[in-house]
């Protein structure tokens, strides 16, 4: 069964810094978008950031500058590395795989992890 297992949340101070792993677990042909979503307490579940297999990048308006997105397409891993934390970066992560191909002969999925919860402190 193909997923995707995370990894790297946990407890830091404000300014401090985190690095979340997102692999894709199972045998696949491709993925296109890779990316990590967000969701605070009473808030709905936002894009953090996103990076296609051929490079493009998308970040919220919230977080540029501070945190970086990246890949390794042999390993089927995105990475995001996060620094200067906030109080308000505080959520719970989700990785996310768009247009992941399985087998040739079927359409592609959507993968989303179980979700990492990160925690800044004041």
């Known amino acids: 069964q193909v997923q995707l297992v995370e990894s790297g949340g946990g407890l830091v101070q404000t300014g401090g810094s985190l690095r979340l792993s997102c692999a894709v677990s199972?045998?696949?042909?491709?993925?296109?978008?890779m990316g990590w979503y967000r969701q605070a307490p009473g808030k709905q579940r936002e894009l953090v950031a996103a990076l296609t297999s051929g490079g493009s990048t998308n970040y919220a308006d919230s977080v540029k500058g501070r945190i970086t997105i990246s890949r390794n397409n042999t390993k089927n891993t995105v990475y995001l590395q996060m620094s200067s934390l906030k109080p308000e970066d505080t959520a719970v992560y989700y990785c996310?795989?768009?247009?992941?191909?399985?087998?040739?002969?079927?359409?592609?999925?959507?993968?989303w992890g179980q979700g990492t919860l990160v925690t800044v402190s004041s």
């Open positions: 996310n795989a768009v247009g992941v191909v399985v087998n040739t002969k079927y359409r592609s999925i959507e993968l």
């Open positions: 199972g045998s696949i042909v491709s993925v296109n978008i």
